[in-house]
């Protein structure tokens, strides 16, 4: 049986996450919060920030700036700016 969540993100019922995808309580937060829909927009937006900005997963100064997008993306409503990225309408 599939687990819900009310999704932060989409502010409704959802399925959940099927586990914990990130250590600490960051990851316990979006576990709990986040639902598999909107986690799967995460992922879109985060392989697009890496890839414009050329980001390093094993620089920590990257990892600081795709955490902080990912909290703004997913629990502040803040879209990621992309440069020279245009979203559909």
Same mark, same amino acid.
């Given at each position: 049986?599939?687990?819900?969540?009310?999704?932060?993100?989409?502010?409704k019922e959802a399925p959940g996450l099927a586990f914990q995808l990130i250590p600490g309580a960051l990851g316990k937060r979006i576990f709990d919060n986040i639902s598999q829909e909107a986690w799967a927009g995460w992922q879109q937006k985060q392989t697009m920030l890496i890839n414009e900005k050329k980001l390093?997963?094993?620089?920590? #100064? +990257?990892?600081? %700036?795709? #955490? +902080?997008?990912? %909290?703004?993306?997913l629990f502040e409503n803040?879209?990621?700016?992309i440069e020279g990225y245009t979203p559909e309408k």
């Open positions: 049986m599939t687990r819900t969540v009310f999704c932060s993100y989409l502010k390093k997963l094993l620089n920590a #100064e +990257d990892r600081k %700036i795709i #955490e +902080d997008a990912m %909290i703004g993306y803040k879209d990621v700016e």
